[in-house]
């Protein structure tokens, strides 16, 4: 009966995703302008962008002026190679790769000349207690435990649910940018996060129980 | 056996969680009734992604615009006049280099401004950059606005109050800044939390209704009509949750806030144009008629302290309004345009 349900109806088909390509030409056609010299597209563009790109940076070093000149570069260099540069239907998704790319080039130069970057924790994720004791569904010391687990996924895990629950990218995006080898891994490495943060819970609150895989 | 990792792996189930809109609402809610056994699971895989937190290092204004003034001199000259001066020992190499781009940068630099003086020097009408700014919607004494922020929330101004607000949020918060009293209707974007700060308090909500009234000398009000909010009081680092019905007055002097249940009419009443009184002192109900009317009331003679008024006024005028409390109260009164004196016996 619930086999038949799903089938009629099941996740895969979806209505939606005509939709979002509509909703994304606009990106399409501001990229398009910015990248001819058009002064409001950039503007446009820059206004959206900068904030999200700033926070995207932080999140991979903490050294904000690295982070401030690698926007700068990167809006510099788009605009003087815009020849090369092709088309877009993710602005947001691009700007992202562009700044990775000019990040980790960046930080090379500063690897080794200030030690480790201590307290900087890349990607960090937590978990909000003060909503969930507003919806008083856990106590405090649920609420901790699952906080510290969150805190205890690696990096990369990080990285990728960040990139999915966060940012509202695709898998396809999400292999990119982390130099995946398929969207699959990308939907792995989610997934294994997810999985992680239930089995370093020792006791499993009712909430995470829904994890398990069956 | 509750399932979920379908859900939880499902862009366009996130998408839905973190921004809702009417196709999407659709969709899911096509989705809920065909497979009604999976309500539990839906509600679950909800929770989880809403109380997963990315917290975010924003910029300043200044760095915003810093960066943007850079780019756009260097769009206007074709170099990039960046770097910030590091801190780094550079190699030889790199000094070699660096030495090498800068002569370039010089040289480029130079004929380009030749060029640019041999060409017209003519201003050009799009170099009048609209940076990223702040809106103020202000309200003299007298007037009352209603109007909707860039995310659609709305705010309702009442009298001599005025409400600061970004020309478009940031990605992960709507904060705007209230002097005076405003209602706030607010549009649900769970992953953009929406602060109000006033005086030392910030009122965080997610999607909600409220009442904010912070005027001078008074308490300072938080009113909850629908939803949930949390309120900061940085000052005292404390924070306060309301439920609906409930509202916060605290005291900005020894800084300290209690909640109380409150009256659903006199906090609203405002915004449809009734103005509402309850045991209401004679200052309160002078102040109260200052602001809404636009005048500027002085008094002869003395009132009873014991003076507490209750009234009703829709949509009336100050005077009628005067008329009927002079009947109950007892004083005289004169209205001289925007004067008004009031003599008690």
């Known amino acids: ?144 435990k699952i906080k510290n687990a969150i805190e205890d996924l690696s990096p990369r895990k990080r990285e990728a649910v960040y990139y999915i629950y966060f940012e509202g990218l695709n898998y396809e995006e999400v292999k990119e940018l982390m130099g995946l080898s398929s969207a699959k891994s990308a939907r792995d490495l989610v997934y294994k996060a997810l999985r992680k943060l239930r089995n370093s819970l020792g006791f499993l609150p009712p909430l995470f129980y829904i994890l398990e895989t069956h | 056996m509750p399932q979920i990792k379908d859900l939880l792996e499902d862009l366009e189930f996130i998408r839905w969680v973190k921004k809702p809109d009417k196709d999407l609402n659709l969709y899911w809610e096509r989705w809920i009734a065909s497979n009604p056994d999976r309500i539990e699971d839906i509600k679950l895989a909800k929770q989880i992604l809403l109380n997963l937190k990315f917290p975010a290092k924003t910029p300043s204004m200044e760095t915003k615009r810093e960066v943007l003034n850079k780019l756009l001199k260097d769009y206007s000259t074709g170099t990039s006049q960046r770097k910030t001066p590091r801190n780094i020992q550079t190699s030889f190499w790199n000094n070699q280099f660096s030495r090498v781009a800068a002569i370039l940068v010089v040289i480029f630099a130079i004929s380009f401004l030749f060029h640019a003086i041999l060409k017209e020097n003519r201003p050009e009408a799009g170099d009048q950059i609209p940076s990223w700014f702040f809106i103020t919607k202000s309200t003299n004494y007298g007037e009352k ?186 004083f005289k009164y004169e209205i001289e345009g925007k004067k008004v004196n009031i003599s008690f016996n």
Request: glycine share 6%.
């Open chain 2, 145 to 330: 606005l209603n109007f909707a922020l860039p995310d659609g929330s709305m705010v309702w101004l009442n009298a001599g109050s005025s409400l600061e607000f970004p020309s478009a949020f940031e990605d992960n918060v709507r904060l705007v800044k209230l002097h005076g009293e405003g209602f706030f209707e607010i549009a649900e974007d769970v992953a953009k939390p929406f602060k109000v700060q006033t005086g030392n308090l910030t009122i965080t909500a997610l999607g909600t209704s409220f009442n904010v009234n912070n005027r001078d000398k008074d308490d300072l009000r938080v009113s909850l009509v629908t939803g949930k909010v949390k309120v900061d009081d940085t000052f005292s680092e404390g924070e306060y949750f309301l439920i609906p019905g409930q509202e916060l007055v605290y005291n900005p002097e020894d800084k300290t806030g209690a909640v109380y249940p409150f009256d659903l009419e006199l906090v609203q009443g405002w915004r449809n144009g009734t103005l509402v009184f309850k045991k209401a002192p004679f200052e309160h109900v002078k102040s109260e008629l200052e602001r809404w009317y636009g005048v500027t009331i002085s008094t002869s003679g003395s009132y009873s302290t014991s003076w507490h008024f209750n009234g009703k006024f829709e949509n009336q005028t100050l005077e009628t309004v005067l008329l009927s409390l002079s009947n109950i109260e007892e």
């Open chain 1, 1 to 144: 009966m619930k086999e038949r349900v799903n089938e009629s109806f099941s996740l895969k088909e979806k209505p939606i995703s005509i939709d979002v390509e509509i909703s994304k030409r606009p990106d399409f056609e501001l990229w398009k302008a910015f990248l001819a010299g058009n002064k409001s597209a950039f503007i446009n563009i820059y206004e959206t962008y900068f904030d999200v790109l700033f926070s995207y940076g932080m999140r991979i070093t903490p050294n904000e002026e690295v982070v401030k000149d690698s926007i700068h570069d990167v809006f510099f260099d788009l605009r003087k190679n815009s020849k090369n540069i092709g088309d877009t239907n993710h602005i947001k998704f691009y700007l992202f790769k562009c700044l990775k790319v000019r990040l980790f080039k960046e930080l090379k130069g500063w690897v080794g000349k200030r030690g480790g970057l201590d307290d900087h924790t890349p990607f960090e994720i937590t978990f909000s207690y003060e909503q969930m004791l507003i919806n008083s569904q856990m106590d405090a010391e649920q609420t901790a």
